[in-house]
């Protein structure tokens, strides 16, 4: 039977925070959310008592939303503090690791690039060669129609087969991958990989082609609202082509 006096599992790995202290915050954010839930309720402010009484209650909030984000800090920042030794204790291996790969990857791609095109050279040495024996096989075998010449009708066919098996090779040739293995077998096989990378010749070529992409509208949106609210903008006189300039108002 199950000693009910053991300690709960985990014990020994307490939370990296004050249970207590966050204990006491809830609870405190629980008054604030029920009397916003009132005011909700109220619905809209009538008298400028209440006006006040609820810039007080938002001024509030603020406070406890304050309060709250000092104590998630202080708790946090003997994480933060860890987290930025334990990065730069393992940081500069890696960073000095990655630099080594990065020079040294060019050579295995030089001889990969350098494999494939001996495979190329070859597939097209095989492809020509199947061409060449179909296309005598069909010379052959139309000549001995020609002659209704048996023997060199099954001849032609045999010669045909040697053609598509040539044709065969060619094709399995061209699936397979230009790698390089690894000496010792611990290694992964290292292949070529195409990436595609894009260059940008014509910017307005290029905008009317994604004129309408989500992502390219709101990096308009964003460089709108940026100019907008830079100094010296007046958005009652001043205009963005292509753009509305909105004014949103809110308490504060």
């Known amino acids: 039977m199950l000693d009910d006096t053991l300690p709960p599992s985990g014990h020994n790995?307490?939370?990296?925070?004050?249970?207590?202290?966050?204990?006491?915050?809830?609870?405190?954010?629980?008054?604030?959310?029920?009397?916003?839930?009132?005011?909700?309720?109220?619905?809209?402010?009538?008298?400028?008592?209440?006006?006040?009484?609820?810039?007080?209650?938002?001024?509030?909030?603020?406070?406890?939303?304050?309060?709250?984000?000092?104590?998630?800090?202080?708790?946090?920042?003997?994480?933060?503090?860890?987290?930025?030794?334990?990065?730069?204790?393992?940081?500069?291996?890696?960073?000095?690791?990655?630099a080594a790969k990065t020079k040294v990857t060019p050579l295995l791609t030089a001889w990969l690039e350098k494999k494939e095109a001996a495979k190329q050279a070859e597939l097209r040495r095989q492809q020509e060669e199947a061409r060449e024996a179909q296309e005598e096989?069909?010379?052959?075998?139309?000549?001995?129609a020609?002659?209704?010449?048996?023997?060199?009708?099954i001849d032609a066919e045999a010669a045909k087969n040697k053609a598509d098996?040539?044709?065969?090779?060619?094709?399995?040739?061209?699936?397979?991958?230009?790698?390089?293995?690894?000496?010792?077998?611990?290694?992964?096989?290292?292949?070529?990989?195409?990436?595609?990378?894009?260059?940008?010749?014509n910017s307005r070529a290029a905008f009317m082609h994604f004129a309408e992409a989500p992502e390219l509208l709101e990096c308009l949106r964003t460089l709108a609202e940026r100019e907008a609210r830079a100094k010296g903008f007046n958005p009652d006189t001043d205009t963005i082509p292509g753009v509305t300039i909105h004014k949103d108002r809110k308490a504060v």
């Not at 096989?137 to 001995?144: I, L, Q, T």
């Not at 020609?146 to 009708?153: F, H, M």
């Not at 094709?171 to 940008?200: C, D, F, H, Q």
Request: proline fraction near 4%; glycine fraction near 8%; charged fraction near 30%.
């Open 146 to 153: 020609a002659r209704n010449d048996i023997s060199g009708e």
């Open 13 to 98: 790995n307490p939370p990296p925070f004050d249970p207590e202290k966050v204990a006491k915050l809830d609870q405190a954010a629980a008054g604030f959310l029920d009397t916003a839930g009132t005011w909700i309720e109220g619905g809209e402010i009538k008298s400028a008592d209440q006006a006040e009484l609820l810039n007080d209650f938002i001024a509030g909030i603020k406070k406890r939303v304050a309060t709250t984000e000092e104590a998630r800090k202080t708790d946090k920042k003997p994480h933060d503090d860890a987290g930025k030794a334990v990065q730069s204790a393992y940081k500069p291996i890696t960073t000095k690791l990655e």
């Open 137 to 144: 096989a069909e010379r052959k075998a139309a000549s001995a």
């Open 165 to 201: 098996q040539l044709a065969k090779e060619a094709e399995r040739s061209a699936k397979t991958k230009t790698n390089v293995g690894s000496a010792t077998g611990g290694g992964r096989t290292a292949t070529l990989r195409t990436t595609l990378r894009a260059e940008i010749t």
